[in-house]
C-alpha cells in the first residue's frame, strides 16, 4: 500500500479487516515492522481517538510517532499554487509537506472541510498537496471528504458482532445536530459498505441530506426513519451536514434522535457512531447506556484498524 487515502487504497476489504482483527488477537506480532521508522501525524482539527489509536498502533508496530498540532502550534500553510502570499499564510505546503517529508518515513493528516466551497473541500485539495509534495507515504487521518480509517473500524466492529449466515441490515441514518458537520463519515461508511458488499445498505435521511451519488453507491435510500430501522441489525447514527445546499442545515428535526423506543423496530440491532456524540441531541442516553451500543467497541476498534493499513504500508517502504 502506497498510501491510505479511502478504501480504494485498501485490498478487498474483507482481507484487511482479517488483517485488524489478527492484530487485535496479537497485538505485538509484527513489533519489529516498523523499527528505525517514524510517523509524523500532523493535525490541522481536533482529534482525541485518530490521534490515540493511531500512535498504538504505530508503537505495537515498532514505530515511533511525532504529533504535530498544526492548527495550534504551526505556521499558517498555504495551499494554492501561485498564491501571493501577503496576507495570513506564512508557509507554503510545497516547502512544509517537503520537509516534513525528510523527518518521517510515514505521514497522517487530519483536515476537516470548509463546508463553504464544495468544489475546494470535494477536490481534497489539502490532503493531495501534501501527498504530491511529501515524498512519504500518507494516511488519511479524516479529509475533507472521506474517514477511511474509521470506516474500516466500523466493518471490523460489524463483522466481530455478526454472527449469522445472513448478510446484516446494516442502516446508516441521519440524526440532528446545532452544527453543520461534514459529510467524511457518512460517505466513506457508505463506500466501505458499498465496497464490502458482505451486507445490505440503507441509507436514512429527511429530503435534502442526499449524499453525493459517488459515495451513496448503490445503497437503498429512504426519507421514512421507522421504515428504514424495521428489521435492522445494525443501526450506524451519524448527523451530516446538506452537500446539495453545501454545508447548510436543511433539517434539524428532533425527532430523528435515536431513542430506544425506536430500536424496538430492530431486530436488537447493535448501535454505533464514529465518536464523539452529542448525548439526548444525536442519541439518547437510553441507547448509550444501553446493551445495544457497541460504541465503546467500535473506538476500541481504531487501533487494530490503524495498525493493519500502517503494516501494509511499511511492507512496502
Ligand atoms: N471518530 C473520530 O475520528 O474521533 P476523533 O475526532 O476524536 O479522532
Request: hydrophobic share 40%; aromatic share 8%.
Amino acid at each position: 500500500m502506497k498510501h491510505f487515502l479511502s478504501v480504494q487504497d485498501a485490498p478487498d476489504v474483507d482481507t484487511i479487516i482479517q488483517e485488524a482483527l489478527a492484530y487485535k488477537q496479537s497485538p505485538r506480532k509484527d513489533g519489529g515492522l516498523g523499527e528505525g521508522k517514524t510517523m509524523g501525524l500532523l493535525f490541522l482539527n481536533p482529534s482525541l481517538r485518530t490521534r490515540i489509536s493511531t500512535q498504538i498502533a504505530a508503537r505495537n508496530l515498532g514505530m515511533e510517532t511525532i504529533v504535530f498540532n498544526v492548527d495550534k502550534e504551526g505556521w499558517q500553510l498555504e495551499f494554492h499554487d501561485g498564491a501571493i502570499m501577503n496576507g495570513s499564510t506564512v508557509e507554503h505546503v510545497k516547502e512544509a509537506a517537503a520537509v516534513i517529508g525528510q523527518y518521517v518515513q510515514v505521514l497522517g493528516i487530519r483536515t476537516f472541510p470548509g463546508l463553504v466551497n464544495r468544489e475546494d473541500d470535494y477536490s481534497e485539495l489539502y490532503i493531495r498537496q501534501f501527498v504530491k509534495y511529501a515524498g512519504v507515504p500518507v494516511v488519511s487521518l479524516e479529509s475533507a471528504t472521506v474517514h477511511p480509517l474509521q470506516s474500516l473500524a466500523d466493518a471490523v466492529t460489524i463483522r466481530e458482532c455478526w454472527k449469522e449466515n445472513r448478510k446484516p441490515r446494516v442502516v446508516m441514518t441521519w440524526a440532528p445536530h446545532v452544527k453543520a458537520l461534514p459529510q467524511a463519515v457518512p460517505n466513506s461508511f457508505a463506500q466501505w459498505m458499498n465496497a464490502w458488499g458482505a451486507v445490505d445498505f440503507v441509507i436514512a435521511h429527511p429530503k435534502g441530506y442526499e449524499l453525493h451519488p459517488d459515495f451513496a453507491g448503490k445503497a437503498t435510500v429512504v426519507h421514512n426513519q421507522n421504515e428504514a430501522l424495521k428489521g435492522a441489525d445494525f443501526v450506524y447514527v451519524k448527523n451530516w451536514s446538506s452537500y446539495q445546499q453545501y454545508g447548510k442545515i436543511v433539517s434539524q428535526d428532533s425527532s430523528w434522535m435515536m431513542t430506544a423506543q425506536k430500536l424496538t423496530q430492530t431486530r436488537q440491532a447493535k448501535v454505533m457512531h464514529c465518536l464523539p456524540v452529542r448525548r439526548n441531541l444525536v442519541i439518547a442516553d437510553e441507547v448509550l447506556d444501553g446493551p445495544q451500543s457497541v460504541v465503546i467497541q467500535e473506538a476500541g476498534n481504531r487501533v487494530w484498524a490503524a495498525q493493519a493499513v500502517l503494516s501494509r504500508i511499511l511492507r512496502e517502504l
